[in-house]
């Protein structure tokens, strides 16, 4: 009896961490890395995989061991007991805003009558009951027809993921209470369904007994809790999760044995219309694609997409605050059976992700509350971001045959991928004018690439405007690509002085560092499947480019640098512009976003170099994704009028442990001038029989037609006469 009762005791006294020190390991070795795991309290997002580094809570005790072992580790926070009073002390104090500090259970539940009050259209309602006897509550607000459903707060300790989620409803109710336009739209094509502490007993507890408690409160006498986030159905009892009762990531006893899990599934069963489901945890700075339980990826419906749209949320977030999540899929970090995102993608074919929220590592889940808002914005901008896509599917401008928004053909291209099951049926392009934007018809390419012919309108040299693509496919869907804005396009007419997409070597040469070990850059058709951050395909379509070792698996740029140089170029003067579409990825490694991808460009045939763009450590770019870049060649540093113009492109490895991946294409380096008449339509360089035959072809009403030379909507006598007075032959 007395044994009994010294261990109910141990439960309810707050767990002292006085002088435990919060300590990052760097292995060595894989028997390092278990011999680390046997040490101290985990106290990560996650058991990763080989040589990833481990997060452990050590007493003075395992720390002095740890020296003495002479493990590679460095201690982030000294004393976490400290840390954590010091946070106790001040919680509630912090200020007026609910986002201030962290807040317990009653306090959010509170808030969450107050969102209920303040905006319309918002509800509130129980999901089920924990396994102590909480209610777990979830809102529900938009009007459209497809769900985004999103748990936060499985996991206890994770009082980041709560907190982020609930700025995260209130930035978008708060922002369609004003009439944003964005929001507002996004809003009646979607309903949200948020849960934002999927284990309130953990959480609880977390406040008052143990800061550092992942699990649930299931006695299990004499230990306590499952880990709700290997209680799914999904790939349940395999490799990654536990069945030892003292072990973090404890299973249970089957598949949905506890209250929570089961209640957040018939929750989302009953959804009929899932746009995606994300569960929030953190931390890590990551965000993670299906699948966490085997080593493969979803290939059917929209599997193969989903780690694309990984990319896509990353490159938001980095752009909101500057903070790199790495996006993978959840099994190249770690193996874990029984997850909410594995499950609703399995079993509800919904497109799915975890997010593992700030910080990287450091302070771990004693994350300062003044971390709150901007890992709000950050999660805000990207969910905000995965919804629109899904609503409009994806798509990007492709080049043409002479190189993207080339000025030789006049012709845009783009590709439109349309959700599973469906194709496109029909598309326009649209251009910006000075009266409203005009209106192109397109032409189908096939493989979901729409073309459109700007002849003469490009001409008439008023500097730069935008395009945009809007498609639908065979069941009504509409997708605008890009989301908002539209992507730029130079106007004028132009000569064509080197051109190169991939098909041929055209004496390009490749120049490797004397200590480069592996990754020399070669040409070919993408070999590598995506694996480890290299490109699927090209980035024009033709269907080669140059790549850093074209290979699948460990086939990065390693030891040094592989620079990728064009011939000598002549002709380049003022007017001369050079695009290029390059690909760099380097977040992935034990030492990832470190590295960097150089663009340099020489007027004096390789004598001297210029940077044209350094593409690195907090660029939003360096997470992969083909990215075009247009550049004037008189905008560059040292620019003079020459016939030895050249330009080169390096990767380079300066951090053992990362991945680097690279490759460019569509290199074009042309010379535009506005020199050419608007009634040149077939863009010949004269005005002949062929701009007469384009004219009378489309003669009558053709409302932003290019032969429409005096825009009153129709091609009419005034435009013929237009053109026979320019007549040249």
């Known amino acids: 009896m007395t044994f009994l009762l010294f261990l109910l005791l141990s439960q309810l006294q707050p767990v002292d961490y006085t002088n435990h020190a ?8 894989t028997l390092e890395a278990e011999r680390i795991r046997n040490l101290g309290r985990f106290a990560g997002c996650c058991e990763p995989r080989g040589l990833g580094p481990q997060h452990r809570v050590l007493t003075p005790a395992e720390l002095n061991l740890a020296t003495q072992l002479g493990f590679s580790f460095e201690v982030t926070t000294h004393n976490v007991g400290q840390a954590i009073q010091q946070a106790r002390e001040t919680q509630g104090l912090a200020g007026t805003s609910f986002f201030d500090d962290y807040r317990t259970n009653e306090e959010i539940d509170v808030y969450l009558d107050q969102l209920v009050a303040t905006y319309p259209g918002v509800s509130r309602s129980v999901a089920g009951e924990s396994i102590q006897g909480r209610p777990i509550h979830f809102l529900r607000f938009g009007s459209g027809p497809q769900t985004v459903a999103i748990t936060a ?132 700075q990551l965000v993670l694609s299906p699948y966490g ?172 405007s935008t395009w945009w693509l809007e498609a639908f496919d065979n069941e009504g869907t509409t997708y605008r690509i890009p989301l908002a804005g539209g992507y730029p396009i130079r106007k004028g007419s132009g000569t064509l002085l080197f051109s190169a997409d991939g098909e041929a070597s055209l004496g390009l040469e490749v120049i490797n560092s004397p200590s480069l070990s592996d990754g020399a850059w070669s040409r070919g058709v993408p070999a590598g499947a995506g694996d480890r951050g290299d490109p699927t395909s090209d980035a024009d379509g033709s269907g080669s480019c140059w790549l850093t070792d074209n290979m699948s698996g460990n086939s990065d740029v390693d030891g040094g640098s592989t620079t990728l140089r064009t011939p000598v170029v002549a002709g380049v003067n003022e007017n001369t512009r050079v695009t290029y579409s390059r690909w760099f990825h380097t977040v992935a490694g034990g030492n990832p976003g470190q ?118 909507g129709s091609v009419d006598f005034e435009d013929l006469v237009r053109l026979l007075s320019t007549w040249s032959g």
């Not at 709560?162 to 309903?191: F, K, Y």
């Not at 992942?214 to 999904?234: C, E, M, S, T």
């Not at 299973?251 to 995606?276: I, Y």
């Open 22 to 29: 919060l300590v990052t390991f760097t292995p060595q070795s």
């Open 153 to 284: 707060g499985q996991h206890a300790r994770e009082w980041i993921n709560p907190a982020a989620t609930l700025w995260m409803v209130e930035d978008m109710l708060r922002r369609a209470s004003e009439g944003d336009r964005e929001i507002v739209d996004l809003l009646t094509r979607t309903s949200w369904l948020v849960v934002p502490i999927s284990n309130p007993d953990g959480y609880a507890y977390s406040h008052t007994t143990d800061r550092l408690w992942r699990k649930n409160r299931r006695n299990l006498f004499p230990d306590y809790g499952v880990d709700l986030n290997r209680n799914w159905g999904a790939g349940y009892g395999g490799p990654g999760s536990s069945t030892n009762p003292s072990d973090e990531t404890y299973r249970g006893l089957s598949a949905f044995s506890e209250p929570e899990t089961a209640a957040l599934r018939n929750l989302l069963e009953a959804e009929d219309n899932l746009l995606m489901c994300l569960d929030i945890h953190s931390f890590g």
């Open 293 to 464: 339980y085997q080593d493969s990826e979803p290939t059917e419906g929209m599997g193969p997409m989903l780690s694309g749209l990984a990319f896509d949320a990353a490159i938001d977030m980095l752009g909101t605050h500057g903070s790199l999540y790495t996006p993978i899929p959840a099994h190249d970090l770690y193996l874990a059976s029984g997850i909410a995102s594995d499950w609703s993608w399995d079993d509800l074919g919904a497109p799915s992700w975890t997010f593992e929220l700030r910080p990287v590592g450091g302070v771990g889940f004693l994350l300062p509350p003044d971390q709150i808002v901007p890992t709000g914005e950050e999660l805000a901008e990207a969910v905000r971001s995965l919804a629109e896509r899904l609503l409009l599917g994806r798509g990007r401008p492709i080049a043409g045959p002479s190189g993207l928004n080339s000025q030789f053909d006049q012709r845009v291209v783009g590709v439109v991928e349309p959700l599973p099951g469906r194709t496109i049926q029909g598309a326009t392009l649209y251009l910006d004018g000075p009266d409203g934007p005009l209106v192109f018809f397109t032409e189908d390419l096939g493989d979901n690439r729409i073309a459109a012919n700007l002849q003469g309108v490009l001409a008439e040299c008023s500097g730069e």
């Open 595 to 712: 590295d960097f991808f150089v663009v340099e460009a020489s007027f004096d045939g390789g004598q001297t170099w210029q940077q044209v763009e350094e593409v690195g450590p907090g660029n939003a770019d360096c997470g992969g994704g083909w990215h075009q870049v247009t550049v004037q060649a008189s905008d560059l540093e040292g620019f003079v009028p020459t016939d030895t113009f050249q330009l080169q492109f390096t990767a380079r490895d300066d951090n053992p442990g990362s991945v680097v991946e690279a490759a460019v294409d569509a290199i074009v380096i042309d010379r535009v001038s506005c020199n050419v008449l608007t009634e040149d339509l077939d863009g010949d360089g004269t005005v002949g029989f062929g701009d007469l035959v384009l004219l009378l072809s489309s003669f009558g009403p053709c409302d932003s037609c290019p032969a429409d030379f005096n825009g009153n």
